[in-house]
C-alpha cells in the first residue's frame, strides 16, 4: 500500500559540518513536499520569513497544478482555482486587500474541497457558518468569480453553478435635515472624557467633516477619508481652488462603483478651504495621516446624537441621493454628481422626487376637471 505525503511542510535542517570542506552551515528551514525539498533562505530564529516562503511555495504549487492537469472538476482542487484567481485578478481589483481576506475565508471552507463538489447544499452549509448572509453572498460572488475565470482559460471542462442566499432589499434609511445636523453637532462639540471628566480636547471633529463632506457630495466612505487636499500619489483629492473634487485617485482603475470628478457646493467648498489654511493635508487627517477606518468614531456619534444603530456611513449617502432627489434635481444631473447608474438612482430614490409619476397624478386631476365640466353643462 503506497504511502501518503504529508504534504508542504517546514522542517529545521540542524546545523551541520560538511565532511568534506569542513565548511559550517547553520540550522536553516526547509520546505519538504514528499520527494522534493527546497529551502527558504531562513535561518532559525527566522520562523515567520520560514512560513512566508512556505505561503509562497504552496501559492506557487497550487498556481502551476490550476494550469495544467486533468480538465475533470471531480479532480480539480478548489484552492487551485482561488489561487488562479487571485494571483490573475484579484490583484487589479480596487481593494486588493479586502478581496485577499475573502479569498482567505473561502479557502477555510472549500480549501480542501474539489471543484465537482460544488452544489446548492455546500453552498447554503457555507452561508450557514458565515456570520451574516450578505458577507457569505459577497465573498460567494469571488468564488463564482474564480470558477468562471478558471473555465474561461479552458482550465475545466464543465459549468459549475454557484448557488447564493437572497438578495436583501436596499436600505431605506436616510437622515432628514434635522437629524443631519444633531449628528454634525454632536461629532463637533464632543469632548474627551478622561477619568470621568470633560477635557478640552475634541477628539471627533475629523468624524464631523467626514459626515459634511458625505452629505454635500454623496461620495463613499473610503474615497472621502483617503482623499487629500493636494494632489497626492495614490489618493484623490480636492482642488480648493476650482472646488472640484478627484474622487479616483490618478491612474487608479476604474470599478463597477463609479467615482467621476464632481463639482463641490459652496458652503462645503468654504469648510474645505477653512480646512486647508489651517493646514490639514487630507479632508479626514488624525495626527497628519489619512484616517483609514472611521466606523467606530461615527457609530460613537450616532450613539450621541440619539440615532439608531442603523445610521452607518454608507446612510449618508443615501441622504445625499434623497436630498438631491427631494429638491427637484434632474435625474441624470444627480446620477451624475453621485456617480451612480440613472437606473439605479431612479429605482431606488426616484419615488422622493417632486415630478415622480406627476403625469398619473395629474391625469386624475384633469379627469376630475373634466367630469366637473361636463356636469356644469348639463346643467
Not at 166 to 187: D, I, M, N, Q, S
Not at 209 to 223: D, H, N, S
Amino acid at each position: 500500500m503506497p504511502v501518503r505525503s504529508k504534504g508542504a511542510r517546514l522542517w529545521l535542517r540542524r546545523a551541520r559540518r560538511d565532511r568534506k570542506t569542513g565548511d559550517s552551515h547553520s540550522a536553516i528551514w526547509i520546505i519538504r513536499d514528499g520527494k522534493h525539498t527546497e529551502g527558504t533562505g531562513c535561518g532559525q530564529d527566522d520562523r515567520a520569513g520560514a512560513e512566508r516562503a512556505l505561503a509562497e511555495y504552496l501559492n506557487r504549487k497550487h498556481l502551476e497544478q490550476a494550469t495544467k492537469g486533468t480538465r475533470d472538476p471531480s479532480q480539480i482542487p478548489i484552492a487551485d482555482v482561488l489561487a488562479l484567481y487571485g494571483k490573475v485578478k484579484a490583484g487589479s481589483q480596487s481593494r486588493p486587500k479586502e478581496t485577499a481576506g475573502r479569498i482567505s475565508r473561502l479557502l477555510e471552507f472549500f480549501g480542501d474541497k474539489m471543484l465537482g463538489d460544488v452544489n446548492g447544499d455546500l453552498c447554503r452549509a457555507y452561508v450557514a457558518q458565515r456570520s451574516t448572509d450578505a458577507a457569505a453572498r459577497r465573498e460567494l460572488e469571488d468564488l463564482r468569480a474564480a470558477i468562471n475565470h478558471h473555465r474561461r482559460e479552458g482550465l475545466c471542462s464543465h459549468t459549475i453553478s454557484i448557488v447564493l442566499p437572497e438578495e436583501r432589499p436596499p436600505r431605506e434609511r436616510w437622515l432628514t435635515r434635522t437629524e443631519a445636523a444633531a449628528l454634525v453637532r454632536a461629532a463637533w462639540r464632543y469632548r474627551e472624557l478622561q477619568k470621568g471628566v470633560k477635557t478640552d480636547r475634541r477628539t471627533r471633529r475629523h468624524v464631523a467633516k467626514f459626515i459634511l463632506v458625505g452629505l454635500y457630495t454623496g461620495t463613499r466612505a473610503g474615497a472621502v477619508c483617503g482623499a487629500a487636499l493636494q494632489p497626492t500619489v495614490g489618493h484623490g483629492w480636492i482642488d480648493v481652488d476650482r472646488g472640484v473634487f478627484y474622487r479616483r485617485a490618478p491612474r487608479q482603475r476604474e470599478t463597477n462603483k463609479r467615482q467621476p470628478p464632481v463639482p463641490l457646493p459652496p458652503q462645503l467648498l468654504a469648510h474645505l478651504r477653512r480646512w486647508k489654511r489651517a493646514g490639514q493635508c487630507f479632508v479626514v487627517e488624525w495626527n497628519g495621516k489619512p484616517v483609514k477606518a472611521i466606523e467606530k468614531a461615527f457609530a460613537n456619534a450616532v450613539a450621541d446624537a440619539g440615532l439608531g444603530p442603523d445610521v452607518t456611513p454608507h446612510v449618508l449617502r443615501h441622504t445625499a441621493a434623497t436630498w438631491l432627489m427631494q429638491s427637484g434635481t434632474s435625474p441624470w444631473e444627480a446620477a451624475g454628481f453621485l456617480g451612480m447608474s440613472l437606473e439605479m438612482l431612479l429605482g431606488r430614490y426616484g419615488h422622493h422626487h417632486p415630478d415622480h409619476l406627476s403625469g398619473a397624478r395629474n391625469a386624475f386631476a384633469k379627469h376630475r376637471e373634466a367630469v366637473a365640466e361636463a356636469v356644469a353643462g348639463k346643467g
